[in-house]
């Protein structure tokens, strides 16, 4: 007999009292035949999964599943009728994530999923969560979106995402499915979980070594009394998730430093030069996992410049324009925007400064308005060429600069 039930993060999300998103649910005692006959519109490339004639939520014949070679893909998978919705669940990676609810709303947690939630523990429902590595990734995830409700990581759970990436098991995830988790990550509550989360299993050096390299490197106690730059790092996303929610400022709070990590050992704990090294490895980690350029550009504008940023009432009004102009900040006004809460979000991730000012957003964002307004078509004459207008262009905004800085009485902020 064809029964239908409601599973996954639906279930989980209503015991834990919080919006239901998405739904999601399992078919047993069907065919793929069956399906269709009543409608559904059959999707799954893998496995046999259907849409709704009239939601289009889909609904996923019941499977079990065998492991058949290294990573994710290496499964094989059975959606006989006679493939019981406990069987199914058994498949899944959390308690938390293995309970379905009937058509008379009656819960089924075979597996302790709904006392975990009472016990705020993210735990694996069986071994078989050592068969597939983008469960290392999706607790990391989980972690990230729960760590506020006060959820914790099993310490048995935790042994085996350890025991997988000893094994080599996260060798074989794919970037697109790196980078798919990790974009999730950074728009969760508290993204920063995600990283330590990798880290405490050895995932995050396989993955994101430049990151992983960062813990252990020291700073300047004078500005940083934190001293560990990975442990900035993770204060400084901390910090950015207060300032923004977008995952791409706080992609770009989280990389802006990578260079830290091969500083010279001889000129520790200063990182001269550290801004280029950042850049440079920004590059590669951006082809490594095909990120997207709206993510990739901001980031590497912000490791570049940071310093400069932090440095306003330093600079001269020329180098003051040549940071704006390499910003792009005339075509591109809301990226510099979020570039400087990525600045903001450094300034703060430090032990004793969460909550100070930072008025070098506002001398940055004032003095972009000025270059934006300076009126540059009194300058123009009938045989003035394209590169004469774009030079009589510069002068003018150099000039509203000069102006502007000549005239603040703001105290200048430390670097």
């Not at 983008?134 to 760590?147: E, G, P």
């Not at 974009?183 to 920063?192: D, V």
């Not at 730059?229 to 990389?255: D, Y």
């Not at 009432?313 to 324009?321: D, F, G, M, Q, V």
Request: net charge neutral; aromatic share 8%.
């Amino acid at each position: 007999m064809m029964r239908v039930y409601l599973v996954g993060g639906a279930v989980r999300d209503r015991l834990l009292g919080l919006p239901v998103k998405d739904r999601d649910w399992v078919v047993t005692g069907a065919t793929p035949t069956q399906m269709t006959a009543r409608g559904y519109r059959a999707v799954g490339k893998d496995f046999p999964v259907f849409l709704h004639p009239e939601t289009h939520e889909e609904y996923a014949l019941a499977r079990t599943e065998r492991k058949t070679g290294k990573g994710y893909h290496g499964f094989r998978f059975n959606a006989s009728p006679e493939t019981t919705l406990e069987q199914d669940l058994l498949r899944r990676d959390l308690t938390i994530n293995a309970m379905a609810e009937d058509e008379q709303g009656n819960l089924h947690d075979f597996y302790g999923g709904q006392q975990d939630i009472e016990n705020r523990v993210l735990r694996h429902v069986s071994p078989a969560f050592a068969e597939d590595p983008v469960r290392i990734l999706r607790v990391a995830r989980f972690a990230a979106r729960y760590a506020n409700l006060g959820f914790t990581i099993a310490r048995e759970t935790l042994q085996l995402m350890s025991d997988m990436v000893a094994a080599g098991e996260a060798d074989a995830l794919v970037a697109e499915r790196v980078w798919q988790e990790t974009e999730r990550a950074l728009g969760e509550n508290q993204p920063h979980h995600f990283f330590t989360t990798l880290r405490e299993c050895g995932a995050l050096k396989r993955l994101f070594p430049d990151i992983d390299r960062l813990f252990g490197i020291p700073q300047p106690a004078k500005w940083h009394p934190e001293i560990d730059t990975g442990i900035h790092t993770m204060m400084v996303l901390q910090q950015a998730c207060l300032l923004s929610n977008k995952p791409e400022t706080r992609f770009a709070a989280l990389t802006h430093d990578l260079g830290k990590g091969i500083t010279p050992k001889a000129i520790l704990p200063s990182h001269h030069g550290h801004e280029e090294r950042s850049y440079e490895l920004l590059v590669d980690l951006c082809i490594q996992y095909r990120i997207p350029r709206r993510f990739g550009e901001l980031a590497k504008l912000t490791a570049r410049y940071h310093t400069h940023i932090h440095k306003a009432l330093e600079l001269t009004p020329r180098s003051i324009l040549k940071v704006l102009v390499a910003c792009d900040v005339f075509r591109k006004a809301e990226r510099f925007d979020e570039l400087l809460l990525a600045c903001k979000a450094d300034s703060r991730g430090r032990t004793g400064y969460e909550n100070n000012a930072y008025p070098q957003l506002d001398f940055y964002t004032q003095a972009a308005k000025l270059c934006r307004e300076v009126n540059i078509h009194d300058l123009i004459t009938d045989d003035m060429n394209g590169e004469q207008i774009k030079d009589a262009l510069h002068k003018r905004r150099l000039l509203a600069l000069k102006t502007f800085c000549s005239t603040l009485k703001t105290e200048k902020p430390k670097a």
